[in-house]
């Protein structure tokens, strides 16, 4: 459980220096007294070598103290590595805290929060500005206290070897002490100087860039250089000032720490002439008093760094110092399992500038009810649906979910007994089965396989893709999987005999819509290395990547005259794709038509840019094997961004069949060409049911190809073992490898498969073409009926007929509610909005 | 769906240019830079439909820009089961550049005439388009104002001030 304490942005600096670290920090300071002790010894052992030791010629004495002299300096050597570990691990751990606390606040802060708040800013905040803080706090407790003691050592051990020559040297340390912060002072308003000059020069430049068009239709060269240079010579002279300053500190910490010795020459000399003075406890004490200087930069230096981290790190803290709107556990208690009823009264909601958003809301629902919230846009019934679900804090009034007042729910009471399906909803990186899952599992609190037994079963997951309708689509993720050899033996029989049945039911028929494998004919939709070999290598030298760099295959392209029409291809394509994306973001919809890969933009751009700068024959090879790589992948029925000629084509087909010749001689297992009888893991389960390549994107084809499939897979029985392989599709970044329309789906299912008794749904049907929206309306009317209470925002209205109720909202209020019939009759504000008609 | 004999839907010149050289012609797209020009080319997929085929159908959100590169179609609406014809849609016609915008059911469904081939674009790739070059969308607002206002305008002058029921609905501009 959460212990009580301060929210995390009220904490100060210092107190995570020692939170969780305290045996570290004692460890630390113990080992630095020791340290500190032995660093002291060599400047004794000095002195006796040279006033026992040598001035009485005695070796053995000579010995001893050197050997401890070196005992002394290893073992402070090891020490203070050892300080510097536990320095490092302390910072480390405080670094991670801080992230991990401070994002975890983050993330439970209102959403209003979000809606002011630029995610880089955040991104910054937990990774580059929290480390200055983490870094800190490992050094707070080491650095001043090794400084200090050894500090306090050295001056105890120069007071007494001789006191008024101690005194003297250390005289100097006050006078540093009272002028540093007064520099300190100064240069830091130098920096904030710097820093805010520093900006508008950033903006400056940022307009004339934005606003060269006018400039250079102008001519205005002269006006904007003279305003850009204004700001440039202004913050010359702030960073002259400033680099001032912090010399200047250097500069009279230094010349004050180099004074002292002054002082002892002519003092100690004076003494040591006049015999008050041994020359061994001279030396002891110049070695000693050269010491005092480390401790003190660095007591200098840790001042500076504490006063830039404690800058940032406050003000990091201070611009997510809100608090959470919501309890996150409840307290002493399990979390509530509620009856799905609802009442709504008097509820509002106003936010910032008094704006009412919702104003006196009252309804009540019986558990098991539905109703619809329709209304013009900006009425409120999203905010409402919101509210509800302690999305939205209201600010008047009350909602009460099974009995209980929602705004004194804890979080998890509400993710217990309420789903929200939002309009836009969000997908994370991961598989199809983890967002699935996403709901559930967040409820079962956390990720731990012990949550797994509580988790939906495989038939309940199907059950709801397909009440959900997205069933087929995973269904297509699945048939796009690669197996991997001498896995799946068994599925891979029952693969290739589904293709034969596949092929004898609906080969004619389809002959449209898919490119089936033929040995003697040109194939559109496989890429020009499938057409050459057609096959797949089996050898490791021949996979791919690597197939260029096997010499044979090289020659082999030499001699049936294709390396040259390759590369000028490969230029080609390099070319017209760097043109056209080279500007856009690596996101999977701008590359379906692509040779080149989202991640290999960047390679290609910079060959590219290469290419324009060298003649032909400059070209280096590893260049030239990325062009031919390319062509290779060349799929003229896909990549319709580079002609193909009838010629090329005709050679490639006529080298496949020279390859299948020629490699066979050379080693007849390095590929397994396209048989009918195998299956082919290069290939997707798809293609090698269909024993080719589907033509076309066009959804009423490909809903034809799905269609055939699912019966032979169902006359299989291999459905559910191609689902399964769907579901560990990986979705990509924010899922933007789904369509919106799979993204609304996914959301619906995965809140479905919580199965909440209170479900709300904010237009999550949005994005969904007639019939799929009415496959879940009617699961909704059907399925969940009576055993959730439905509530939806609704933005067509067609769908809501059969609602239990509908309340029609205008301005923040309830304008009418009741069945949609008797609204309808009534020709009210329903009527209004269903058919346009005052 | 039918695709023509032998070498399926590759051309020798390139698709892309073909497409390249429609999409600058189209006056929805014809304010924007070479550079999205180009995007949007490439983002465009021709598909092939047969005769009776329907490319969209009343009531869908399919959210999709057709041109028509070959065939003819009809605009059909249906009303209480009957189906009238409202207009043809002839090679070389560009319609659904609001359904890139934003949610916009059909109010009438499209039926292939003869065996036809249309270069579609998604909303889904044009709002991805728009999200990298945010530039491009006070251009197509400004194509939009001005396509209603020009339609507002031709159908005044030539229908509306003969019939009186034409009038008192008159006003779309006025949004």
Redesign the interface.
Known sequence: MEKAGPPVTKRSLYSWVFSDNYKLQILLVIIIIITVLIRVLPLEMQKRIVNEAINLRKIDLLFFYCGLYLAAVVVAGGLKYLINALQTLIGQRVSARMRKELYGHILTLPLGFFRKTQPGMVVSSLITELAAAGDFAGNAVAVPVTSILTLIAFAGYLVWLNPILGFVSLSIYPVVLFLLPLLQKRANTANKKRVDTTRDLASKIAESITGIHEIQSNGAFGIENRKYGDLVDKLMKIRIVWNLYRYGIKTSNNFFSSLSPFLIFILGGYLAINGRLELGALVAFLSAQEKLYDPWKELIEFYQAYQDSSVGYYRTMEYFDFEPEYALEPEDREPYQLEGSIEVKDLSFTVEGGIRLLDGITFSMKPGENLALVGFSGSGKSTLAQCLNQLYKYTGGHVWIGGKEVSELSKRDIVYNTGFVAQAPFIFSGTFEENLLYSCMARNRGSGTADRESLPTLDEMIEILQQTGIFVDVLRFGLNAFLVPDQDEELVYRIVRVREKFQRNFGEALADSVEFFDENKYLYYSNIFENITFGTPKREVFGEGKLLRSKYFRQFLEDVDLYKPLFDLGDELAKTVVDILGDLPPDEIFFEQSPIRPDELDGYKALVDRLRKRKHQEISSEDKEKLLALALRFTPGRHKIAPFSEMLENLILESRALFREKISDFDPEAVSFFRKSDYIYSQTLMNNILFGKTKTGAPHALEEIDRNIVQVLVEEDLLETVVKTGMQYQVGSKGDKLSGGQRQKLAIARTFLKAPPVLILDEATSALDNKSQARIQSVIETRWKGRATVIAVAHRLDTIKNFHRVAVLKAGKIVEIGPYDELMAGKGMLYELATGKR | ???PPG??????????EQ?LGIIREIYFFSTMPL?IV??LA??C?R??FKAG?YLF?Q????GRAFYFVSGRAGLVCSEEDTDHVVRHVEEGEFLGGLSLLG?M?RLFSLKTLTDTTCLILTR??FK?AAE?YPEIMPKIIQSVIKGIRDWERKFFLSHAMGCNDCRRNLGVSLI
Do not use: T
């Open positions: 769906m039918s695709l070498k399926d839907n590759v051309c020798v010149s390139c698709e892309f497409n550079e180009k995007v490439y983002l997929a598909e092939d085929d159908q009531g869908d959100d399919d949610n059911p889904e790739k991805k990298r």
